[in-house]
């Protein structure tokens, strides 16, 4: 609407509400997401971690979902070195659809190695970073357009100490065993809060929390 020869207060301030989203970039989400022990653990004392293999399809094909907005992996060594089978993956005969959609996710993804040792990456989209800069996340969290993942506990400790994590995922698989790599790290405190739970019916039960920054 005009007044006279003047457009209406209203209207511009609309434009200048409407420019200013324009220009509002969202920063991504970092997260932490691993399958878990009910105790607690990623793997046991003897560094066995299939325990949690998602190999029922209704899980598998939830944690395809909530890694769907991920556009970046953070690895350390081992982590990568596990997860590169998927680079390959859809080559193997006969594997569901469901596993084929998750290979197809991790390899559009970026991955970022965090290693001192590895000489160079076995798959692509892939760098090696030699030290792990919380610095660094910070900007690849300001200027990515999708969120990102850590994932391993020793390399998410690092990022969780830097209060760089968003979202926490918990994938309780049903077993306790006793001992082993802690999802969590020792001496942190911090408040956060559930915002999904859902269940399945191997036992299963993912829990999302959004960290209080």
Known sequence: MWHGNKPCPCLL?????????????????LLYGMLTSLDGYTE????????????????HSYINELASPVGTYLYGRRMYE?????????????????????????QAAEKIVYSRTLAEPRGARTRIEREFDP????????SAEQDIIVAGPELAAQAVRAGLVDEFQMIVCPIIVGGGKRFLPDGI???VE???VRSFGNGVVVLRYSARH
Not at 14 to 28: D, E, N, Q, S, Y
Not at 135 to 142: C, Q
């Open 13 to 29: 301030l609309r434009t200048v509400i409407i420019g200013f989203a324009l220009k509002v970039k969202c920063v991504a989400k």
């Open 44 to 59: 046991d004392g003897h560094g066995e971690f299939r325990w949690g293999a998602p190999e029922d399809e209704e899980v």
């Open 82 to 106: 596990i997860m590169v089978y998927w680079e390959t993956a859809h080559t193997v005969p006969d594997q569901p659809q469901f596993v084929l959609d998750w290979a197809r996710q991790w």
């Open 135 to 142: 610095d660094a996340v910070r900007r690849l969290k300001a």
């Open 189 to 191: 405190r911090l408040d």
């Open 194 to 196: 559930l915002f999904e």
